[in-house]
């Protein structure tokens, strides 16, 4: 493959809330949410941990090998669906590799956070077990910037908290909202401050507009809601995102042409999908 791209993103997990591995699910996918964002140099940044970047550590070990590898992890928040893949990423076991946390962690340290899912009796392994090397960040709000690229995390209406991301290289942008409520003025606003003119905005549509009257306060928008901000924010593609587990493909196929009539470049994230910018 050409590096012939300022950004090149991957979907590893699209599904909300909790695996769904069912054949009538696969066209979308099953996986709990993980996105690569990988730049031309090969340096490769990770969005969240849900079962999907188990996939995405065993693509990189038969690419790179495990012996000098080194990526960073951004989580936007510890709900399971986005760290259950942690445990059995592949590249976590091997002493050559590196892995770099980021997240807004205010309870305790990032590194106690990351252990509390492999404590005794959730997992037959500790965290600490496992070899590679690990440095965690606890991030606030600023921007972070690693040479040409950078990082941009905002808070998000979600049930004790979650950030979002900005992400930039070059001119190319991508924004990652993934999970959030909309309904706070104030971080309604946020959103849209943050996603404007971005080349691809991932946005939270976990309910149809019917479903989310029953579900005010579970922390997760709409398809409906994603394409007010996509328009609001001069987004050029917007992709829907932390799929609702009971919504087969045939569902959300529908549920994306509806989308389309609001916002017309929308389609639905699907697991294993890439797109240079
Ligand atoms: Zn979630
Ligand atoms: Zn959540």
Redesign the pocket.
């Known amino acids: 493959m050409s590096n012939h791209y300022r950004m090149r993103l991957k979907f590893w997990g699209v599904r909300?809330?909790t695996p769904t591995p069912a054949a009538e699910n696969l066209a979308y996918g099953g996986n709990t949410p993980c996105l690569e964002v990988r730049f031309p140099d090969n340096r490769i940044f990770v969005f969240d941990a849900g079962t999907g970047i188990r996939n995405l550590g065993l693509s990189l070990g038969e690419e790179f090998g495990y012996r000098d590898l080194s990526v960073k992890i951004f989580l936007?928040?510890f709900?399971w669906?986005?760290i259950q893949g942690l445990p059995f990423f592949e590249p976590l076991y091997h002493e050559g590799c590196k892995a770099a946390f980021y997240a807004f962690s205010p309870q305790a340290s990032l590194q106690e956070m990351l252990k509390g899912q492999m404590k005794s009796p959730y997992f037959p392994v500790e965290f600490e077990f496992m070899a590679a090397r690990k440095d965690y960040v606890n991030m606030g709000q600023e921007s972070m910037h690693f040479g040409e690229v950078s990082v941009h995390p905002f808070p998000l209406h979600?049930?004790?908290g979650?950030f979002g991301y900005r992400i930039e290289s070059g001119s190319a942008v991508i924004v990652y909202a993934?999970?959030l409520e909309h309904g706070d003025p104030k971080l309604d606003k946020t959103v849209r401050e943050y996603s404007e003119g971005a080349d691809i905005l991932i946005f939270d549509s976990q309910f149809t507009p019917q479903q989310y009257r029953n579900h005010q306060g579970w922390?997760?928008s709409t398809w409906l809601e994603a394409t007010k901000v996509a328009r609001d924010s001069n987004v050029k593609r917007l992709f829907l995102f932390h799929h609702h587990p009971s919504h087969d493909d045939r569902t959300f196929s529908r549920l994306v042409e509806e989308a389309r009539a609001h916002f017309g470049n929308t389609d639905g994230a699907r697991e294993g999908q890439e797109f240079d910018l």
């Open positions: 909300g809330s936007t928040h709900h669906d986005h979600h049930p004790q979650a993934s999970d922390g997760h």
